[in-house]
């Protein structure tokens, strides 16, 4: 066997790990005992489990040493395979939408989970709106993040991330509302709104808790505010 055919040999078996420990733990629940610049340590039973953190998850968690939390997970193995070297490693985030927007972030070419990791130190929704307006030197400014790696993220990522703009502190009910406002969101920027014009135009419709039944409504109360 050549040394290319047994690269990717072990490529492909490396994936086929990777994929499957992505399916083991999606979330964990226990006490938080210890927290530092890089991670958390949560008491689960009898046994303490390290979960690796972005900073901007980190901050939400600085008062709630020794309480009870929750963290959706990712897993993946870092190491070099073909040494044989792969540990088992735990990526903790607030919510569901967290941890979507990091592994969407992961699947940009030069980036990967410890870059990722560094580099979200900003609130989801803000990071996201930076690559729907393809605003280069704002995402430049991210650790580990310089402009070329940023116009790689805004190419492969631009078109996704209308609902991580989205996200705002006030909780929607559920997640076909959500879905809602996401497409009229979408509908806004087909017809020429900049995306920050039309989460601006969004934002004040889901604020004014009217109830909206279907994207249509949204859609007209968006106008009935136009018009003043």
Known sequence: ????????????????????????????????????????TLRVGGMEYEVLLPDLVRRQLQA??????????????????QQGRLIPRMVGFASDAE?????????????????????????????AEAIEERDIKQLSTL???GPAVAERIV???????AKFALMVATDVPDSADRDMF????????S????????????DTV???????????????QVYQNQRG
Not at 2 to 30: D, E, P
Not at 72 to 80: A, H, M, V, W
Not at 105 to 121: E, N, Q, Y
Not at 193 to 200: G, K, L
């Open 206 to 220: 889901r604020e004014s808790k009217k109830k909206c039944k279907s994207v249509e409504d949204i859609l007209a």
């Open 99 to 127: 941890r979507e927007f990091f592994d969407l972030f992961c699947s940009v070419d030069g980036v990967g989970v410890r870059k990722a990791l560094r580099a979200m130190i900003r609130p989801v929704p803000e990071v």
């Open 1 to 40: 066997m050549t040394s290319s055919t047994q690269y990717r040999g072990t490529a492909a078996f490396t994936t086929k790990l990777l994929n499957k420990v992505n399916t083991l733990i999606t979330r964990i629940t226990g006490t938080l005992v210890g927290l530092n610049e890089s991670c958390a």
């Open 143 to 145: 650790p580990g993040v």
């Open 182 to 189: 996401v497409e009229a969101y979408e509908a806004l920027v």
């Open 191 to 202: 017809v020429g709104h900049s995306p920050q014009d039309a989460r601006s135009r969004i």
């Open 64 to 81: 709630k040493l020794n309480d009870e939390i929750s963290l959706r997970t990712i897993e993946y193995l870092e190491g070099n395979p």
């Open 155 to 161: 190419a492969k990522l631009r078109r996704k991330m």
